[in-house]
């Protein structure tokens, strides 16, 4: 079975600073990641997303991540955090083919708070 | 991008009554989803479709069904409400192939639901 470890419920870091939210998976072959961020009352939004390829990928908002096979990992890093960046930020993982596909996997989220 | 609505945004229902939310998206999207999200659990997916007419299981289906009457709607249905089932509920489109199996999936704005 597939799941998604977020090892850190709540991050707090000055704004400026660089950040890195971790992401860990558990699945046989490589998966298809996705890093999603949620505002306060607002749905999930799209950040970035890994397929194949290189392993690191780029998103919006300067957001990246890299996914390491050897770790399995897929952590999401910005170089310097603004206070609008505070939200919670979910990893998911969905696999291909099986029953059910395109279906996503979601981590229990980790929330980041910027202190300005 | 998907536009996904969602209604009502707020609900207050009593144990024993039944409760229908509702989601709409406008971009022909044949895959939906329906998840909640409760804390420490992240999202957990309840109900999906692949297209009008259709609905499969999810993770947690019990106490629920799902509706599909078109490609744009898809309602998620509690016949007997129980105070277990308050939540926030989210519905999500995609238009992944089946064959190909990587959905990116967009989110609405979400449901809160109290059951008393």
């Known amino acids: 079975a597939q799941s998604v470890t977020q090892p850190d419920a709540r991050v707090t870091v000055s704004e400026g600073a660089s950040l890195q939210l971790r992401c860990k998976y558990s699945?046989?072959?490589?998966?298809?990641l996705f890093w999603y961020v949620q505002y306060p009352r607002q749905g999930l939004q799209l950040l970035l997303k890994?397929?194949?390829?290189?392993?690191v990928v780029q998103g919006v908002n300067s957001f990246e991540a890299e996914f390491s096979k050897s770790n399995s990992s897929f952590h999401l890093q910005k170089a310097s955090v603004h206070w609008s960046d505070s939200a919670v930020y979910f990893c998911a993982l969905s696999i291909f083919g099986g029953s059910a596909l395109g279906r996503l996997h979601f981590g229990a989220g980790t929330q980041l708070i910027v202190i300005p | 991008e998907a536009a996904v609505t969602q209604s009502p945004r707020n609900k207050v229902a009593v144990t024993g009554g039944k409760v229908t939310l509702s989601c709409n998206q406008t971009n022909n999207h044949n895959n939906m989803y329906w998840y909640r999200q409760d804390t420490g659990h992240g999202l957990r997916l309840i109900h999906y479709?692949?297209?009008?007419?259709?609905?499969e299981k999810g993770d947690i289906p019990d106490g629920y069904k799902a509706s599909r009457p078109s490609q744009e709607n898809f309602s998620l249905i509690l016949e007997l409400a129980t105070p277990s089932q308050t939540s926030v509920y989210f519905c999500?489109?995609?238009?992944?192939?089946?064959?190909?199996?990587?959905?990116?999936?967009?989110f609405g704005p979400g449901t809160r639901l109290l059951v008393l």
């Open positions: 890994y397929y194949s390829g290189d392993p």
């Open positions: 999500a489109s995609g238009d992944a192939a089946p064959a190909w199996g990587i959905d990116t999936q967009y």
């Open positions: 699945y046989s072959a490589t998966p298809y």
């Open positions: 479709s692949y297209g009008a007419g259709s609905t």
